[in-house]
């Protein structure tokens, strides 16, 4: 008798138990948020084409230096404003120019890249 209370007892246990398993949540709608649009390229003049050696002469050794393949991409930071030049090919010649910040019209402020030449970064 002891034996049959409790393997019923067990039974009940495990249906017990089976029937507040844990449900997964209902699938929820994924949610989009739009990328703003980049600033238009309208690269500037004195420094589109430039080689990497010129701009090191001119803005001295960049603050960081990312490296993919025959790209790079060489950061300097000014005091109120930090420029990226993306350089390409060989021998590394800049391709694009960014600000942060820019004004909505242009990806570079040339505000801010004559503060940085005419504070070049110390090169050691």
Known sequence: MIRRVTILSLALFAGACAAKAPQAPPPQAPTTTSIPPAPPRGEPS????MAGTA????????AFVRRDGLTQMWRY????CRAFFFLYG???TVRHVETLPHAADAAADIGCLTAL????AKTS
Do not use: M, R
């Open 46 to 49: 004195p420094w589109f084409n």
């Open 55 to 62: 701009l090191q002469a001119a803005i001295g050794k960049p």
């Open 77 to 80: 930071d000014g005091a109120a």
């Open 90 to 92: 060989q021998p590394l």
């Open 117 to 120: 030449q005419a504070s070049p």
